[in-house]
């Protein structure tokens, strides 16, 4: 049974270039989160998505952006990248009715 | 708001030496409450969780945590640490079931755990 997997596990971006990110999410599971995990930092909430919409957003700018599909894959954009941008994505699945999520191995975002 | 402390930033033990790795959390609502483990590279494994029942949660890798509602502490502990165990260690707080599903986790900011021979 397959985990959570994202692509690609690292990608270099310029300073003001676009990028999507990609994760397919664990067997069973309805729910999409993703996080930003910046170097030495706990794991930050970006937002959820559950039924092909988006649920809930954490503090984030309106440059992130995603998009579930009908199976339950998901998509992470950013636009207009900043420096600051990079940091592990790590994206999450997890079914409406139980307790706990499943982490991929993440996304490591370099912006130069 | 929730918000999650993890009151250590690097906690180096010896290999076989006990080890306690504290987190503390504040919440207006009934939480439920992780810890999870990252490995260099990697992303993150659950090590246990606490929804409700008996405080002390056993995890995998003989790793254990107790819910202290009063002190607002779920701190993590393991009797006898191998050097397999250096990583990061993260404690989470979620507001499970608001919504009927699955809530945000907020996240500390981490416990390295560095075992010596």
């Known amino acids: 049974d397959a985990g959570v997997t994202q692509s690609p596990t690292h990608l270099i971006k310029t300073r003001g270039q676009q990028v999507t990110l990609r994760c397919s999410p664990k067997?069973?599971?309805?729910?999409v989160s993703w996080y930003q995990q910046a170097l030495g930092q706990g794991p930050q909430f970006i937002f959820q998505?559950?039924?092909?919409?988006?649920?809930q957003r954490g503090n984030f700018p309106d440059r992130f952006s995603g998009h579930q599909f009908p199976n339950y894959s998901s998509e992470l954009n950013v636009n207009a990248l900043l420096l600051g941008d990079s940091a592990l994505y790590l994206c999450?699945?997890?079914?409406?009715?139980?307790?706990?999520?499943?982490f991929g191995s993440g996304t490591r975002l370099t912006v130069v | 708001a929730q918000s999650v402390t993890q009151l250590d930033s690097q906690v180096p033990v010896f290999e076989e030496a006990p080890v306690e790795l504290r987190c503390n959390y504040s919440?207006?609502?009934?939480?439920?409450l992780f810890w999870y483990v990252q490995y260099p590279n990697q992303g993150l494994q659950l090590l246990l969780k606490?929804?409700?029942?008996?405080?002390l949660v056993k995890g995998i890798n003989g790793f254990e945590a107790e819910f202290n509602k009063s002190q607002t502490s779920f701190h993590l502990r393991k009797p006898s640490v191998h050097i397999s165990d250096t990583a990061e260690y993260f404690c989470?707080?979620?507001?499970?079931?608001?919504?009927?599903?699955?809530?945000?986790?907020?996240f500390g900011k981490g416990t390295k755990l560095t075992v010596n021979p």
């Open positions: 998505y559950y039924e092909e919409e988006e649920r």
């Open positions: 999450a699945s997890g079914a409406s009715e139980t307790y706990g999520y499943t």
């Open positions: 919440s207006s609502v009934s939480v439920y």
């Open positions: 606490y929804l409700s029942g008996s405080t």
């Open positions: 989470a707080v979620s507001d499970w079931g608001t919504q009927g599903g699955s809530e945000k986790l907020v």
């Open positions: 067997s069973g599971h309805d729910t």
